[in-house]
């Protein structure tokens, strides 16, 4: 890795807006979820620091009744509808407190991520399939899902689910304005994370 610079330019007000995006979805990351389903997302280590940190999350053992599917490098992550449906209802219509504005948040991507969903053609089964390519809003609801052990998650060609995800934490800062964080999920055993996710940037 390139030691940096000991001379940093200033940033670029295209650096500074992006730079604070992610810091704000960083903090929203962080919050969601709360109050929604079996339980609250876990406290991530501090954004905008050094970390390397893995952490193994027992997830469902079964798929929802009422699923919503997607698919991600190969991994299958399988989402409670009727959950998603509940969250996306319970929204406020605006917001006066930080809960209320993250459920809001947490609301409008629950809906969109179950707008995306179509019913399987197969006739076999209940789950709704989402086909098209996920953006960031959507990653966040199927990342805030893992990290609170809220999915199914089976590998490609498995018909079992995979008792725990490993979520790593994975940033450094490298100086004021230089850094940045993801957080990547994969079925322990698999060389390669089936989701990546930006975390916060600066």
Avoid: N
Avoid at 59 to 73: H, T
Avoid at 95 to 121: C, D, H, N, S, V
Avoid at 158 to 175: D, E, F, K, T
Wanted: hydrophobic share 40%; glycine share 8%.
């Amino acid at each position: 890795m390139r030691p940096p610079s000991t001379t940093t330019p200033p940033p670029t007000a295209h650096k500074l807006r992006r730079g604070l995006a992610l810091c704000v979805l960083a903090l929203g990351l962080g919050g969601s979820m709360t109050g929604h389903g079996a339980s609250a997302a876990p406290e991530r280590p501090a954004a905008g620091t050094d970390v390397d940190e893995t952490r193994s999350v027992v997830q469902r053992s079964r798929a929802p009744a009422d699923c919503l599917s997607v698919v991600l490098e190969g991994v299958t992550v399988l989402l409670d509808r009727s959950e998603l449906s509940r969250q996306a209802s319970a929204k406020p219509t605006a917001w006066k407190t930080e809960a209320e504005r993250m459920a809001l948040i947490e609301g409008r991507r629950a809906a969109a991520l179950l707008q995306a969903a179509t019913p399987a053609k197969d006739g076999q089964t209940t789950c709704h399939q989402v086909t098209q390519t996920l953006d960031g809003e959507d990653q966040f609801v199927v990342l805030a899902h893992l990290e609170r052990g809220a999915a199914a998650v089976l590998p490609a060609g498995s018909r079992q689910p995979v008792p725990a995800v490993a979520i790593r934490y994975l940033a450094q800062r490298c100086g004021p304005t230089c850094g940045r964080g993801h957080i990547m999920v994969s079925v322990p055993g698999q060389p390669r994370p089936f989701l990546v996710a930006d975390w916060w940037a600066s």
